[in-house]
């Protein structure tokens, strides 16, 4: 089943599902291997399966992931799918309630952390990981001045170029193609 969407959250519930480490990981292995079952996800993470298969609960409480029983070959065994392509918030949505606002700060935070991780994993690979990657693997920054709606126009073209990559039928060339993470975030700031 197509992931079509990109779902706005509005309820710090559903943050609060996503705001934990492990969760936040099952849901991006799902997002890049597809759908799995307890086992795939606990080997992919090395947690034990009980420890997934309760997360999974979690996610699957606040709707973020669904069962895949289409997939199973027989009646034990469970797969796991994202309910949307991905997920994304805005923490003023939350505004109004401070209980709220906190879980929704929590989710970005953890979401940064997470983001960072990776990178540094990155940074911390052996040297013949470097090696394997050449020049391809970037970092930049830009210090640009915008005013609010500029930056939500360049977000929605940053958007659409990585849903172009994202959603691309990988070439029949016989080359092994790797996960790879890339993030941006455009923020006022000063230097």
């Given amino acids: 089943m197509d992931q079509p969407t990109v779902r706005h959250v509005t309820d710090s519930r559903v943050l609060a599902a996503l705001a934990h480490p492990l969760r936040r990981r099952l ?50 065994e469970r797969w796991w799918r994202l309910r949307d392509r991905g997920v994304r918030w805005s923490n003023t949505d939350f505004d109004a309630d401070p209980a709220a606002r906190a879980v929704a700060d929590a989710a970005s935070s953890l979401n940064l952390d997470r983001h960072v991780a990776l990178v540094r994993a990155w940074h911390a690979a052996p040297d013949e990981d ?31 170029l990585l849903a172009r990559w994202a959603d691309r039928p990988a070439p ?20």
């Fill in 172 to 191: 029949d060339d016989g080359q092994r193609r790797e996960p790879v993470f890339l993030f941006a975030h455009g923020v006022p700031g000063q230097p």
């Fill in 130 to 160: 470097h090696a394997a990657w050449g020049d391809g693997p970037f970092s930049t920054d830009k210090w640009l001045r915008l005013t609010p709606a500029e930056l939500a126009q360049l977000s929605d073209e940053i958007n659409d």
């Fill in 27 to 76: 849901m991006d292995v799902l997002k890049v291997y597809g759908p799995c079952t307890v086992g795939q996800l606990a080997e992919r993470t090395g947690q034990a399966p009980a420890n997934v298969s309760h997360h999974l609960k979690v996610l699957g409480g606040a709707d973020l992931v669904l069962e895949a029983p289409e997939l199973a070959r027989d009646r034990r």
